[in-house]
């Protein structure tokens, strides 16, 4: 860890909590050791330095949308920041390899399976693209769910602080068994996932998954907390 990188946490950190009011009440359940697949839902850009600077000295990585690479600036911090750069709309297989890489190195990779910001803190759709992540990484998936900070740049505007909370559910595996992972069980098994987000966060912001009751835990098995 450089100085460098640091000094420019502490920066951020600072700045962070200048700004919001951060419930970490359960920042503590994140594992301090061992591969963790981190599963969120992404409603804005304030998420990846809230992640980084509150979870030091765990390495921890994500996808980042590769465009964020084509300025110097954004380029820089991510590259500070170890994270994938990610070409959406395609197999990126590179970035598949990379996080995998990741995992059995024992970091934490974040992903967030709707695959772009929210705004507005509703839920949509998860992609099936985390599943390859899920059974081939075989490590433990954590979801964690954000709200509270959808009106960041209205209260920035209006000099006012925004409540940034986050919950952590329960850890649990992937497991598919010995069938054949179909395009429907592949939707199927990232529905789960975002289910146990969906579980984390008030009534209105769980957007497409708002139907708890129609929830089905077939492929999830639950671990010990």
Request: charged share 25%; with cysteine; proline share 7%.
């Amino acid at each position: 860890m450089t100085l460098t990188y640091r000094i420019v946490n502490a920066i951020f950190k600072r700045i962070l909590r200048i700004l919001c009011r951060v419930d970490d009440s359960q920042w503590h359940k994140i594992p301090e050791t061992g591969p963790l697949l981190l599963v969120v839902n992404h409603v804005n850009f304030i998420e990846v330095p809230m992640m980084i600077t509150h979870l030091i000295p765990r390495p921890l990585t994500g996808f980042v949308k590769s465009e964020n690479w084509d300025k110097p600036v954004s380029r820089w911090l991510f590259e500070m920041w170890n994270a994938i750069p990610l070409h959406r709309g395609q197999a990126d297989l590179t970035a598949v390899r990379a996080g995998l890489a990741a995992l059995a190195d024992g970091q934490i990779l974040a992903v967030a399976p709707e695959g772009t910001r929210t705004g507005d803190g509703r839920l949509r759709q998860g992609h099936p693209g985390i599943v390859t992540m899920a059974l081939k990484g075989k490590a433990p998936i954590l979801p964690v769910a954000y709200f509270g900070h959808e009106m960041f740049w209205q209260n920035i505007r209006r000099l006012r602080r925004t409540d940034f909370r986050l919950r952590v559910g329960r850890p649990f595996m992937l497991e598919m068994g010995d069938g054949r992972v179909t395009k429907q069980i592949r939707q199927q098994m990232v529905d789960e996932i975002m289910v146990q987000i969906a579980q984390l966060l008030p009534p209105e912001n769980r957007g497409y998954y708002a139907d708890l009751d129609a929830a089905t835990e077939s492929y999830i098995r639950f671990l010990p907390e």
